[in-house]
């Protein structure tokens, strides 16, 4: 059991340390502090990080004159990682430009002191969407596989939908019965003595239809 908790410890201590620092946010609904919340999440989601707590990250920085949501330059990202001892930090935006939204985030190497990759995408303007969208570009950040579907229905604002049929073919036989009623029914169930036909107005009805039918969303 010791032996089997060394270990774990041991992949823990593996994962890269990674710092959270400038998000910004313009013309959106969310502030910045919102945001950065949904950006620590669906970081979170990935597995891939060992994220610094917020808090004591901030009391690092502040007690560096470091202000935070202004920390979005190289510069002050690899002097604000330096100091919080992390490998990574990631910075990012996500803002309204006329009808669309504009997600864009960076990762710093912390030990290189460079870019090491950065991710943008244009999305519709969905603002009840935002962690959609703040989830599918750390994803292509990450080079992770993103929901195709959702991604579509964000993005292709331009493209037209495929929208998919289904034909059903309900050929065969009907059959049926068939009642008269009113006038016509009494006059056939009058005797031939009286101008009628004696007869029950009821008729069965058998025959072959050809019909299709088209299913679509």
Known sequence: MRSWLLQGNAFAQTKTKIAILGIDAKGIVNTKDELNSLVRVELEKLKKYEIID????????????????????????????????????????????????????????????????????EFINLQTEIQQMVRITLQKLHDIPTDKQIEDQLVSYNETQVIPKTLLKLNGPRIGVGFTGGDNGKRLRESRENGGFDMFPVMSQFGWQQEFKYLSA
Do not use: H, M, P, W
């Open 54 to 121: 917020r808090y004591d990250q901030n009391e690092v920085l502040v007690r560096n004159k470091i202000n935070v949501d202004e920390c979005l330059g190289k510069s002050c990202q690899i002097e604000a990682g330096k100091l919080l001892n992390c490998d990574k930090t990631l910075s990012g935006s996500v803002q309204r430009i006329a009808e669309k939204i504009i997600v864009s985030f960076s990762l710093y190497d912390i030990k290189t002191e460079q870019f090491e990759k950065t991710q943008l995408v």
